[in-house]
């Protein structure tokens, strides 16, 4: 009995391990719109797209980043100037990729990449404001692009690439982003269960801790404080500075050792070539390990692992 159950096993792996190195061929006949492609992974996912020989169409919020980024690429990379947050931009955008695309030409993919760290801080520091900006960009955006170019995606029956995160899947420390984040996973999966015979593929990435710059130390020492000063004096009282300190210090020594950005445009690579990409790509040591161990445990245990050492405020006696 054991010897067929192994026997299964390892037929399951190898052909999984086949069928994921298939790819789909002729780049240089397909078309990839990519979202915030300023810096970042956006930045280095068109460029990576580009060299591969694909018709990449990078959407940047500024323009000099956009000038930028088409000094460092092929002919064939076309830039856009496109704020998530606005619908009168994506309308325009969508104007604008219709005209680059050849006749009866759709995309071969979306990659909803655009995102923003946020307000950092305790739940009591943080006000409305600081989370309808993440979300505007990291799930109305991704909603709203998603929603005006699938029509174009579902022409070339492509696929849709959102950029969610570990936090999407384990929430700590800063709530506007991990609810923002919880929101793409919940969107995505819908989607791709709508779609489902459509023959458009819908994947989501989820990276651990990388070096971006929602991660600046100086970046996220600033929200902090700007948070923390916005809260009434009874809860700056509760908390103290001690306790602020200490969060900035465990947040910054937690991303201090962060994994190969390289890891993470692999896995859009994958997504947008490969013929069966994956639903989801859990990208990192610290996401694969760490958070995968933390989110299967019974929350009592992993409560107990995040909230051991975690700074106590000023006010508990």
């Given amino acids: 009995m054991w010897l067929y159950v192994i026997t299964i096993l390892i037929g ?8 994921e190195r298939l790819k789909v061929g002729n780049y240089g006949e397909k078309y990839v719109l990519v979202t ?34 088409k000094k460092k690429s092929s002919e064939r990379l076309q830039t856009l100037q496109l704020n998530v947050t606005s619908e009168d931009d994506i309308k325009t955008a969508l104007t604008k990729v219709k005209s680059i695309l050849p006749p009866n030409k759709g995309l071969w993919a979306v990659v909803n ?8 801080g305790t739940v009591e520091c943080l006000n409305r404001k600081d989370y309808t900006d993440i979300m505007d960009v990291n799930l109305f955006g991704v909603i709203d692009v998603t929603k005006t170019f699938l029509p174009l995606v579902r022409k070339e029956r492509g696929r849709i690439v959102n950029m969610a995160s570990v936090s999407g899947r384990l929430s700590v420390t800063f709530t506007p982003y991990c609810i923002a984040k919880y929101g793409v996973e919940a969107f995505s999966d819908s989607l791709r269960r709508e779609i489902y015979h459509q023959g458009i593929k819908v994947s989501i990435l989820e990276p651990g801790c990388f ?18 000063q916005q809260a009434d004096a009874d809860c700056q009282q509760y908390y103290g500075e001690e306790f602020i300190k200490e969060c900035i210090n465990n947040l910054i020594r937690s991303s201090s050792s962060p994994g190969d950005i390289n890891m993470v445009i692999d896995a859009y690579e994958h997504a947008i070539t490969a013929r069966y990409p994956k639903y989801r790509y859990i990208v990192g040591n610290d996401a694969n390990y760490i958070h995968r161990f933390l989110w299967t445990v019974p929350e009592w245990l992993s409560d107990f692992i995040l909230c051991y050492n975690a700074p106590r405020p000023a006010g508990i006696k």
């Fill in 12 to 19: 399951y792996w190898t052909l999984k391990w086949f069928l």
């Fill in 36 to 69: 915030g492609c300023d810096s970042g992974f956006g930045h280095l996912l068109a460029k990576r797209l580009d060299g591969l020989g694909f018709h990449v169409i990078a959407a940047c919020l500024k323009q000099d980043a956009a000038a930028e980024l």
């Fill in 113 to 120: 990449n655009a995102g923003v760290g946020g307000g950092f």
């Fill in 211 to 228: 070096k971006t710059n929602i991660l600046n130390p100086t970046m996220i020492k600033d929200i902090y404080h700007r948070t923390f």
